[in-house]
């Protein structure tokens, strides 16, 4: 499966190269060393040749997105010259390659990440193509797909849920039934280490999945626009709203698998495949560890449960990867063509057929090949009220890798020591956003 997931060595957090997360990262200024640009091919001045830039690295998304695009060139007879690079170094080059002769299409990111660059005029708007393919997608993924002006500026193609994953057959063996009220869920908690489980499995040895942790609480606590402006640097860490949602989490901490600090998120979702532990709050790639087909059908996941009931369990934290339009596009009529086919359920269906681990952002895709999690993963994106990203997508990644991600392993090893940890991040966020 195609994730972005960092590598398995430990970053080291004051690093000021970018760290990946589970959405990738790219570099956004604030004295991040950017290396030269990727640079476009130069050949699509042709009118029958769109270039594209491509992070698609990894075998499968590689295979997955060159049999989209000869489909494209067999239905408009334009040719589509990818130009891929590495992924980590796609994204630590994004400003420079932007900024240059970019390709004139790129993969990228939707939210906050996307609109940093339309507000920068690093990209171009896309309403003509949205006014072809509007129909296609819910109005949560609209929402995702608009700069800061209003505009369109990005077609997703595929997404995928962080929920909280679990064993049917533990659930059954012991009576458990799935919370949907953070009471019931910190009852469940306690009912769990009672039985001999460890409650919540956890590792955050690579430092991104604590970020997903600490969405979840925040968005349940004090809802999507409070989430979305924290995120951009517009609210205070130092809120009490802030301090609330940590509170929350220091509630639950003593449930979570201990040491997180030194484990993988591998080695903690083998604790569930194990049946040791009862519940994970994670991506659906951690279906990846479920390599019996049998323990595979038996995992299931519900959605992370109500705190505040003014916001329910309206918002749904769905990565979602796409492609946006370069400043100045060489060929504008061809690439036009290709965002609106990128943007189609044609496309997402020769998609989903190489990479079966995610979900079609559209709801005109044809779900019938889904399994019955990507189903349920499906049926969750697609009525949810809100969509986030993940912290590292939704806000600065040099603020999320060098002060967030030490920060929660902080507060992890002490939870004690919130107030100057918040503090703190309030101070060094205040000097990276206004760096931009």
């Not at 239905?75 to 891929?84: A, M």
């Not at 002006?149 to 799935?178: C, N």
Request: with cysteine.
């Amino acid at each position: 499966m195609h994730l972005h997931l960092p590598g398995q060595s430990v970053p080291t957090p004051s690093r000021r190269t970018l760290l990946r997360g589970i959405g990738g990262a790219a570099a956004l200024g604030a004295g991040i060393p950017l290396l030269s640009a990727c640079g476009g091919s130069g050949s699509s001045a042709d009118p029958k040749t769109v270039t594209l830039g491509s992070n698609a690295s990894d075998a499968v998304p590689k295979k997955a997105f060159a049999e989209i695009y000869a489909a494209f060139k067999k239905q408009s007879g334009v040719t589509v010259d990818v130009n891929t690079k590495d992924h980590n170094t796609f994204q630590e080059q994004i400003n420079s390659y932007l900024q240059g002769t970019p390709d004139d299409v790129f993969n990228w990111f939707a939210g906050y990440r996307m609109q940093f660059f339309a507000s920068k005029k690093l990209a171009s708007p896309i309403d003509d193509v949205w006014d072809k393919i509007g129909g296609n997608f819910p109005d949560a993924m609209k929402k995702l797909s608009k700069g800061e002006d209003g505009k369109y500026y990005f077609v997703p193609l595929y997404t995928y849920p962080w929920a909280i994953f679990y064993r049917k057959s533990v659930f059954q063996q012991h009576g458990y039934e799935v919370p949907t009220t953070w009471d019931q869920f910190v009852a469940l908690c306690k009912k769990m280490k009672k039985d001999g489980l460890v409650p919540i499995a956890f590792g955050d040895k690579d430092a991104w999945p604590a970020l997903g942790t600490f969405d979840q609480i925040n968005f349940r606590t004090n809802g999507y626009d409070f989430h979305v402006d924290l995120m951009a640097g517009k609210a205070s860490w130092t809120d009490a709203k802030v301090r609330a949602a940590f509170d929350h989490w220091a509630e639950i901490l003593p449930y979570h698998q201990e040491g997180a600090v030194g484990r993988t998120w591998q080695d903690a979702a083998q604790s569930l495949v194990a049946k040791k532990s009862g519940m994970y709050l994670l991506g659906t790639f951690v279906g990846q560890q479920f390599t019996n087909e049998a323990d595979r059908e038996d995992l299931d996941f519900f959605a992370f449960p109500e705190i505040d009931s003014a916001y329910g369990q309206d918002t749904v934290e769905a990565p979602t990867d796409g492609f946006l339009l370069s400043k100045a596009p060489k060929n504008r009529s061809g690439a036009i063509k290709l965002l609106e086919f990128l943007g189609s359920p044609a496309a997402e269906q020769i998609y989903l057929k190489s990479d079966p681990n995610v979900v079609a952002a559209s709801t005109k895709a044809d779900t019938s090949s889904y399994s019955a999690l990507q189903k349920k993963a499906y049926d969750m994106i697609s009525g949810a009220e809100h969509l986030t990203q993940f912290m590292d997508r939704d806000s600065r990644p040099d603020f999320t890798a060098t002060v967030m991600q030490p920060a929660l392993q902080k507060f992890i090893r002490d939870p004690k020591g919130i107030d100057g940890l918040l503090s703190s991040i309030e101070r060094q966020k205040k000097t990276i956003f206004a760096s931009s």
